[in-house]
């Protein structure tokens, strides 16, 4: 059974970079062609998508926040990591990573299954 | 940029009754591209639909989506006391990716 565990500090500084890790177990992150993404949600709001990596190493990133964000993969670990630049209070959220769906067929997109516990990070001096 | 909006923001229904949540869509999502979640406090988002129909792995067959283009349906034919929590839907047609703003259901 997939798992997914995200990692990382709790509380960042405003104008530093967040930078979190989900452990992939369970499954080989590398092995087919699925979609790894990142989603937030605020503290008592909806659901943000963040930005995917494709298992060939492509990235898609949401507009909004393309200009700050990197996402990565490291396959000898089986992780995938994000990391969030020049932050402020408005990026105080939980941060959950999960796994992009594939039908039978084998098309694989970003609706997402299963997602990790998600982690919440603080941005606060 | 797709925006989704769903309606109603809140649901009060009693266990037994019929739940329909519905998630509108601010241009027409192709090949059905529409995925259905449910949030429970503290727990992350648990996916229940995709592809506007398809039940996820162990989903019960109470749930069930429909719908195409720019309107889609959530329906939970007879609530059980674990339905009561927020759902949301999500388009995967085009990049942004966004979700709706969510529907909470209560009991009543």
Redesign the interface.
Known sequence: QLQLQESGPGLVKPSETLSLTCTVSGGSISSSSYYWGWIRQPPGK????IG?IYHSGST?Y???LKSRVTISVDTSKNQFSLKLSSVTAADTAVY?C?RG?C?WSGEC??????????TLVTVSS | EIVLTQSPGTLSLSPGERATLSCRASQSVSSSYLAWYQQKPGQAPRLLIYGASSRATGIPDRVSGSGSGTDFILTISSLEPEDFAVYYCQQYDSSPYTFGQGTKLEIK
């Open positions: 909806g659901l943000e998508w995917s898609y949401n507009p909004s959950y999960a769906g039908l997109r970003n609706w997402f299954d299963p997602w990790g516990q998600g």
